[in-house]
Nanobody, 122 residues
């Protein structure tokens, strides 16, 4: 599986962005998907995950209520809607795919996209 993340950019605090992650291949629906983020000062941090069918989602406490993960299996794409952005959300955001049904740890994912940078100005 190859993953291509997009949608990052520079946004003011309080704004919104929608990140997309397009997957290659015909088995997208067999993978649980996730989003992680990383800054130069921190290790990769779990953000959100979604099950193969999209029926189950899971979020880190730091983004719950502001971020929404979703997927469209017909389009081989997973999304991350980010609302009420804060400067501390500034990071490179990575999408990931794994055979695990739903995981919140990096080792639960087998494939990673290249990342898309989100910068939030105060």
């Amino acid at each position: 599986v190859q993953l291509q993340a997009s949608g990052g950019g520079l946004v003011q605090a309080g704004g919104s962005l929608r990140l997309s992650c397009a997957a290659s291949g015909r088995t997208f629906s067999s993978y649980g998907m996730g989003w992680f983020r990383q800054t130069p000062a921190q290790e990769r941090e779990f953000v959100a995950a979604i099950s193969r069918s999209g029926s189950t989602t899971y979020y880190s406490e730091s983004v719950k209520g502001r971020f929404t993960i979703s997927r469209d299996n017909a389009k081989n794409t997973v999304y991350l809607q980010i609302n009420s952005l804060k400067p501390e959300d500034t990071a490179v955001y990575y999408c990931a795919a794994g055979k695990v049904h739903l995981s919140s740890t990096a080792d639960g994912f087998d494939y990673w996209g290249q990342g898309t940078l989100v910068t939030v100005s105060s």
